[in-house]
């Protein structure tokens, strides 16, 4: 039996599972250190650091969901995640199948264009974005939180290179078969794109479910707030609390943190079929 589980487990595997529990820990120590301290009073809170409370309490989180609309900011985050989701993924898809297999003058310079998107943190843009909106009279609608986040290049360039490693020939035959090119996209490419569609979907997700600058500018309506915003009111109202702090991070980070556990296969073969895992 030792010389069997010997075999099963050679030393370069031991080694890798050490690390990646090692890792896991060091990942989940700031997610225990939260519930931990959410469970304090506020006055052990600040006393010397320690793992376990001495008095668990779970008048926090009560006090958090009582002060907070939080069933009204869920739907408002499920609402804005969602829709800027299915915007992002018919736009990057659509711009990313055109780069990569159509030609026409000025493909370089668009390309390049849309490429220096990347340069650009989303906080420069936070002033012209606004005015535009504000102009369009978008200001405190669920459109005027939307839209400017439908425009990711990063998410572009990750189609782009998922679509130039399809064979042509697939293609090419339906060519031959009579297909036009919509039909082509929606029939034949997309399906074969599930892997690459489910990395942008959940990337684009969890990045408009964490995004707290926008929203917080575009909306000054309470019933329009987003989970991110609404947690820091709360957390404003009653001052650096900070068993109320963790209680409401935790709140809002709960969803993603479910989307990574059941969905992260699906992130790990999209990077890899993009090609990007090695750059």
Known sequence: ?????????????????????????????????????????????????????????????????RAGDIPNWFVNSVVVSVSVTVIVLLVA???????????????????????????????????PLFTTVQSLGMVDTYWGMILPQCAPAAMVYILYKFFQGLPRELEEAAFIDGAGRWRIFFTIVLPLSKPSLSAVGIFTFIASWNNFLWPYMVTNNPDLMTMPNGIATVQNAFGIVWPQLMAGGLIAGLPLIIVFVFFQSQIVRGVAHTGLAGQ
């Open 93 to 127: 898809s659509l711009a990313g199948y055109g780069f990569a297999r159509t030609e026409f003058r000025g493909k370089g310079a668009v390309m390049g264009l849309t490429m220096a998107g990347l340069m650009f943190s989303p906080a420069i843009l936070g002033v």
């Open 1 to 65: 039996m030792t010389t069997r589980s010997a075999r099963r487990w050679p030393p370069a595997q031991i080694a890798l599972t050490a690390v990646a529990a090692t890792l896991s820990l060091i990942w989940l120590a700031p997610l225990a250190w939260a519930l931990s301290t959410s469970l304090k009073t506020p006055t052990e809170s600040v006393t010397s650091p320690h793992w376990i409370p001495e008095h668990v309490t779970l008048d926090s989180w009560k006090e958090v969901l």
